[in-house]
């Protein structure tokens, strides 16, 4: 798969951008169009970008968009419980196929994640703007690649510990703010063929998807959570025996 | 709460006993009977035990119980999709919120582990009455303390790999089978607050649950699996800047 | 093991209380002194605490003493280099026989803590006496059990990332600074039959060991610690064909 | 780096093929040169390869040599003593800088995968030419890319468990022999910036490293394993207070 594009649909609720000026005047073309724009600038010829919004039919998601994206990218907030379950199910087995996800800020509640992730993924947050400045813990980890230790963010949302995830497969950003708090902002998760990234910074009231550095995790986990396999989830398998002895004649 | 007894719900679909003679035969008092009077036998007064059905009324795992309950050990295989969801609900409340679970055998792909493990816990199987091996790879683990290395089970239904599971917090066992298959039979995963254990072998066509070493592994999976807390999982919350301060006044 | 006590040494280079009038007020009896007394407070009967110093033969800690020790804490921070080989190897030997290890504050560079994880252990510092936050990121883990989220420190080194050890096995605690850096300060390793927890938070020029709250965690880290077994690591071993089918008869 | 050749050197300690005529006739180039062959064959432009064997002065691996290289193969057996400290130094620390390890076989034991690894490494063996199947436990690794499940290898040494290594950072492949031991026999670790591959099969009694699916195993290993950076491993960095907001001006 080295050779052709990686194909990536970044999808978004696309709430507050219809109802906040302030949003739409930081992102005119949606937090959708910010991070494609971030996406297809750094990546180029590497990537095909495209959008989805909660607003189209299946939510954009019909299942020949799945089958036809390598890597999902999701951010979504107040709007979380309007997905559709069917929808939902059909993004978790895509993953578990192999398809990518990068999930964005806020999305830690997107109902597709805690699905994954199997837990609540709570945390603790507090919106005054303040500084967010992202460490790496993890240096040679290709996430990580070309970005500054630490990223500075000048004004964030505050997530903070404890987050409730399982512990995750590997540990990249570990974020500290202003008021003292930290938070695993940068998480690995493999699930089924699929891998999983979530990545904390991200705000509609801050434009941190303009940020170059921001940008430049983003594209590393593109480039990262492209499939290494795509296939349809195996069901559970009888295997008479010496059911293996015959491939090798 | 290591003074008190360990509170725990064995809890089984108990259709094959109903169904088949040779099952009610080897498990006159049920899968569930065979798992509580092997606990209850090693660990004594250090444990109180009790079983629950499906065909009780909430299946027999209401709010009151699972609150009344440390450890949940669950046995399913032909009635998977009749458990009703709001029970799954509860009970991965519970296990978020400190609760321990063990699952056994065929609840490899019981509604609840899936929903906490967010993958397929597809497997290969061959119902062919094979001498398992129980192999360590973990000696220090409490849940291996006294067991045998192998452990040997004369005849077992073979399940093999690929298991499709998140890679587990900690291994404890890998199983062989005379066929050749290997199996990751034993595993332990966190998810909030609470402890999971998966343990493969054990199938109502064989007497495995009368097996003395197997009953080591259950017992000491309780231990194990024992919650360090319980507490309702935290919801989100706003943490007003400083707030931490007057926690020190 | 459960019911004797656990054995604890507490080691110390014991070099800045000899030299700097300033540590010896703030650690009248050593740091290894500060240290045994807050666990032997909170413990009581259920340890058996001595300390032991560079300065004695074989550093205080011949094979007699490690075989009667189940959890050795070790500080040290000038005299790394002066720590004898042969002793290193003897605690490395007892470590992997299931001795647990807790190590201290600059003890991340201590000789056998750097040969049990294999790599640098180094970290970025500064000594300003800044506000030190130490945050549970695993709530239910049993170290975690009994300090406020976060400890409040009020003056430390600070310790910051990236810290150059293996993933560890399980991460308990993160801190946060002053000056913005984050440090993963409270990391589970196990290696062989042994448990290992390196805890950041203690430095000769600050009274840490003598806050409540770090002590707690002292204490539950001996706890955790102690060993499920105790062995000589077992050689590579020859098993003819059928080994273990003699053990079942 | 991904459009520059993989510089491949692999070592052998190169004495059972002095000593043993059977072993001469079935690794005419020397196991090293078998494994070499393996890796130029189905990487063609995409690799360096050479080799270095202990004979040589600074057995073959002086620090030009080390600079030069991304991924290090490492065959020993019989001779692990005789592997100079020194040049064990200079490998461990080419390793956190970034250069990739392939431990294969009997190097379970060489020096320098303990010093990284920490434990003993020692497991259970047995040369009875027994067949062993190489189970895949993680089907989207990209190690395991392009080889059956199982792979069959019709004669091999046993080794099994308990395998006395780290929890291993990912695993890809567990064995079963016809014995009926199992054995975590694909392991990555990552130590500092560099990768490690331990791959079990191959033995110098048999011809594993002729077999097809070994060959893409290692050259699948060589790719996982080169660097993703090189650098000489960062000493303790004092950094006084806002160091790093001069990064950003």
Chains 1, 2, 3, 4 share one sequence.
Request: proline share 6%; charged share 20%; net charge negative.
């Amino acid at each position: 798969m080295a050779d052709s594009p990686i194909r990536v649909t970044v999808w978004n609720e696309n709430v507050h951008e219809q109802q906040e000026e302030d949003v739409r005047a930081r992102y005119p073309d949606g937090i959708h169009g910010a991070v494609a724009d971030g996406i297809a600038g750094l990546l180029g010829d590497a990537v095909q970008v495209r959008t989805a919004t909660l607003q189209e039919p299946e939510h954009g998601l019909g299942q020949a968009v799945l089958d036809e994206t390598d890597v999902l990218m999701w951010w979504g907030h107040v709007a979380h419980e309007e997905v559709d379950d069917a929808v939902v199910d059909r993004v978790q087995q895509a993953v578990l196929g192999g398809m990518g996800l990068v999930a964005l800020h806020s999305a830690h509640l997107a109902k597709v994640l805690r699905r994954l992730l199997g837990t609540s993924c709570n945390l603790r947050w507090r919106n005054d703007g303040e500084r967010e400045l992202v460490w790496t813990v993890a240096p040679a980890h290709p996430i990580a690649a070309g970005v500054p230790h630490p990223i500075v963010i000048d004004a964030q949302e505050m997530y903070g510990e404890h987050f409730d995830i399982p512990a995750p497969d590997e540990l990249v950003f570990v974020s500290s703010f202003a008021g003292g708090e930290v938070f695993r902002g940068g998480c690995c998760f493999e699930r089924g063929a699929g891998r999983i990234f979530y990545f904390s910074p991200g705000d509609q009231d801050y434009p941190v998807y303009h940020h170059p550095d921001i940008r430049r995790v983003l594209a590393n986990a593109v480039e990262w959570a492209a499939p290494r396999l795509r296939h349809t989830a195996a069901g559970s398998e009888n295997a008479p025996a010496g059911w293996f002895e015959a491939l090798h004649r």
